[in-house]
């Protein structure tokens, strides 16, 4: 019987409440299509979960599958596509401020807010990309001044500057990032 992304991708988001390991193992043994349904199903029943919540739903492995998706992250630097921006918005569910401090910490400890920045920098990436890494860094920024402080260090305001004198669409949400890292600095 041949299943299509989307069955596999309900598939393991069922398996969810058994702990991580098998939405991780069968990510492992999905390819693209099916990392997206994964990720597109994270998004549809996750967004709005509080960290506990987002635990309880990982089986206390909620760390562990943001650890992956920053590493899918880093991987998929440089393709600039859905893959990507579905990656960033599923570390928005993680990050976002109905859940706490905790996952902003993960991710901008593994390097996440670096590749964020990274992908907003790239030429031929998606716009939709660059628009989920500006809401990615905007919510870190956000977060609290420590994280202002981690941005600022990576350069962050080099990088929101190139994509509004490129051709990004969305400068709005630069110049809020913008004013995010600028109101901090006061």
Known sequence: MVRTAAEMARAAMAHTTRGPQELLRTWDKGGKPFRFAILARFCERCVGMTEEQLEK??????????TRFCAWLRVTFGQGDSLSTQILRAIQVFISPVSSTRFVIEFVEQGGA????????????FESTKVASL?????????????VVVLRECEAEKYVNRYIDGDG????LAQDLLKALAEEQK
Do not use: M
Not at 57 to 66: E, H, I, M, W
Not at 114 to 125: F, K, Q, R, T, Y
Not at 137 to 147: D, R, S
Not at 169 to 172: I, L, R
């Open 114 to 125: 670096l590749s964020a920045l990274e992908h907003l920098a790239i030429p031929e990436g």
């Open 169 to 172: 669409k969305d400068k709005e």
């Open 135 to 147: 809401e990615v860094l905007l919510t870190v920024a956000q977060a609290g001044p420590k994280f």
């Open 57 to 66: 739903f990982f089986g206390n492995g909620a760390s562990l599958v943001l």
